[in-house]
């Protein structure tokens, strides 16, 4: 089982822990805060309260045996500080949040695998759901690709993926497929995903596609509704 340590247990590092814990992962939370340390301690394998900055500290907790380690502290001489520690410590895969581009850019050249900037990303994503509202999520992937939730065009609507030629024609791939169903005795719809969906499926109203593709090509996608 891959373990994980969480440093830093705001809103973002809370979040991540728990759902890596409701997962079936071992997690280690840490945070300068007993009040914080105390919320989380049933919510996760472990939760301790010391300051992260101390190595022996850290090492005591074990958390050189981690897989990864995740440095979710906005404040950007901590977060550098632990960041550095951790590196030195040997742990392979450092995840680390940044506040800024500037402190992006640091963290990458001192060890950090993976920058996250869960507030821009967020915005981000929320701004492409308001410009076009037949969007309901977009993630992107580099610069000129992206993961988009769409709402099915009107024109999709009672065809199969066979007959769209979706990939052909807009340069896209439909890697999913949202519905509501209603099973057997059941009163309320609930939503189904099917992954890798089939190519005589056909498309019904309200269905939502998860495409990925060019930006170039999504646009396009978008100009259908």
């Known amino acids: 089982m891959r373990q994980f340590a969480v440093i830093g247990l705001g809103r973002f590092g809370a979040s991540l822990a728990q759902t890596l814990s409701k997962k079936g992962k ?9 009040q914080i340390v105390q919320e989380m301690s049933e919510m996760i394998s472990q939760a301790v309260c010391v300051d992260a900055r101390d190595d022996k500290a850290l090492k005591a907790l074990g958390v050189q045996d981690v897989d ?19 590196k030195g410590m040997g742990i392979k895969e450092i995840v680390a949040k940044a506040m800024s581009d500037d402190h992006k850019t640091v963290l990458s050249k001192i060890g950090a695998t993976r920058i996250v900037m869960p507030e821009r990303d967020m915005g981000h994503r929320v701004a492409n759901s308001l410009v076009s509202p037949q969007v309901l999520d ?45 099973g057997l005795g059941e009163s309320k719809e609930r939503e189904k995903i099917e992954v890798a969906p089939k190519a005589d499926e056909a498309i019904k109203a309200d269905d939502v596609l998860v495409v990925i593709g060019s930006n170039e090509y999504i646009d396009k996608l978008k100009k259908k509704h």
């Open 26 to 34: 071992e997690v280690i939370g840490i945070d300068s805060s007993e």
């Open 138 to 182: 977009h993630i992107d992937l580099s610069g000129d690709s992206s993961i988009v939730e769409i709402i099915s065009p009107p024109d999709f609507v009672g065809k199969t993926l066979r007959e769209l030629d979706i990939r052909a024609k807009h340069g896209i791939n439909v890697i999913a497929l949202k519905r509501k169903v209603k």
């Open 68 to 86: 990864v380690a995740v440095v979710a502290i906005g404040d950007l001489e901590a977060s550098i500080l632990i960041t550095l520690t951790l």
